[in-house]
């Protein structure tokens, strides 16, 4: 307010404030000494629905450009760590970059395949994971809306088949007992739900958690089964949906 930014409290997530006009943000002192950045509120409800704590080994699969990385360290009050990882090399970049405005010192980046990671994460196992898999997008065309004509059924149906790789590749490295929220920013059936049903399918040690249970707040924001889905027209965000999954013993 004192920088003549007006805001409101955003609907859903207590971190959040709701900008009601335009800003030119990195002329702002209080974004280039650290005291916010910039994510869309759905977004912000992934790593509030993972619930890291403070001590945690987090795995970040697919982190760039790492807006859930760094709120799960502020989460975490910048105690434990979290190995965030991307194919894109010099994308990385902007998660260290953000880490340094924000005073985050927990985070390592790590350049990986999240289809092949390799010997890159070797024997490491972790408390929770975050696989923000890659997707269609088709949750946030209000923010890009030349995104739907250079997308078609076999692209989705593609992804699909990537998204369920890399979920069954990282759910290898949780921990028993540990978390894994599966999510996207896209708005199919294919790419969210049938996804997590073929995986669940496959791996008797992991069971489907109900969000309603352990989120009541947020109620209305929930499917029948417990999965976190937003929709632009109904909720005021970008469309998108999480699953969160524990692991079992064996």
């Known amino acids: 307010s004192e920088e003549g930014v007006c805001s409101k409290d955003a609907c859903y997530s207590p971190f959040a404030l709701h900008l009601t006009g335009p800003v030119q943000l990195r002329a702002l002192s209080s974004f280039s000494e650290g005291f916010f950045t910039v994510q869309d509120e759905s977004s912000q409800l992934a790593a509030i629905f993972l619930a890291p704590r403070a001590g945690d080994k987090v795995l970040d699969i697919c982190a760039a450009p790492g807006g859930k990385t760094t709120h799960m360290a502020q989460l975490m009050e910048n105690r434990g760590a979290i190995i965030a990882c991307d194919a894109a090399t010099r994308k990385l970049s902007l998660i260290e970059e953000a880490s340094g405005r924000l005073g985050i010192d927990i985070i390592r980046t790590l350049s990986v395949n999240a289809t092949r990671p390799g010997q890159l994460l070797k024997e490491m196992l972790f ?19 030349e995104g739907k004509w250079w997308k078609t059924r076999q692209n989705i149906a593609e992804l699909a088949l990537v998204q369920h790789s890399i979920l069954s590749i990282s ?4 921990v028993e007992g540990g978390t894994l929220l599966y999510a996207t920013c896209s708005t199919t059936f294919v790419e969210n739900e049938a996804v997590v049903d073929d995986f669940l399918s496959q791996h008797s040690n992991f069971v489907l958690e109900d969000l309603r249970m352990e989120f009541p707040e947020y109620d209305g924001l929930f499917t029948d089964r417990g999965c976190f889905r937003s929709w632009p027209h109904r909720h005021g965000m970008d469309g998108f949906f999480a699953a969160r999954l524990k692991k079992i013993k064996s």
Do not use: H, M, Q
Request: charged content about 25%.
């Open 127 to 145: 408390d929770k994971i975050l696989v923000d898999a890659p997707c269609s997008g088709l949750g946030v065309l209000r923010r890009n809306p």
């Open 171 to 174: 759910s290898e490295y949780l």
